[in-house]
């Protein structure tokens, strides 16, 4: 039975994906800088995190299965199109177990603001993901402004004076 019980434990780590595994990253307060770690991008490069210092940044944490995540999508790829780049920028941090589900779905909605993968629950936990949706607002500096947990109109008049608010912009 011992044997028995072994080899199910190993085709059970077998088939865990390799970034599953919790990291050892501790929540950002509000007010701290986001450390500089890597962003592995789901269509495009690596990057760093200190690649977006120099401009407020907008982060999604999301999941492709999870259905309030996908309501507000399309609310902040509208956002994107109309702001991003510009005073700030906007990008998504996936935190699906499987890459290849997070880029189906950003293929079939056409999302066109950056996603990457959260590979060792690393955002996730820095970012304080413990539900999502969640999004951060991140200051030209890298610190951690305010968090919104739930699915929100972000392209909506009081969701813009938020980020509005939160970041010190005045968006056009």
């Not at 929540?27 to 990057?47: I, N, Q, S, T």
Request: charged content about 25%.
């Amino acid at each position: 039975m011992t044997a028995l019980r072994l080899l199910a434990a190993c085709a059970l780590l077998a088939a865990t994906p390799a970034f599953a595994f919790p990291s050892k990253a501790k929540l950002v307060p509000e007010g701290e800088a986001v450390p500089d770690k890597p962003l592995y991008g789901l269509f495009h490069d690596f990057r760093q995190f200190s690649d977006f210092r120099g401009k407020p940044l907008v982060i999604n944490v999301w999941a492709s299965w999870c259905a309030p995540c996908r309501a507000e999508m399309g609310s902040l790829d509208r956002l994107a199109k109309k702001h991003n780049g510009r005073q700030f920028n906007i990008i998504g941090i996936s935190t699906d177990d499987y890459p290849e589900k997070a880029t189906d779905y950003l293929v079939r909605t056409q999302v066109s603001f950056d996603n990457y993968i959260d590979k060792n629950l690393l955002w996730e936990t820095m970012l304080g993901a413990e539900r999502i949706p969640l999004t951060v607002l991140v200051d030209v500096k890298g610190r951690v402004v305010k968090r919104v947990y739930g699915a929100k109109a972000w392209d909506s008049p009081e969701m813009v004076a938020l980020i509005e608010k939160s970041l010190g912009l005045r968006l056009r």
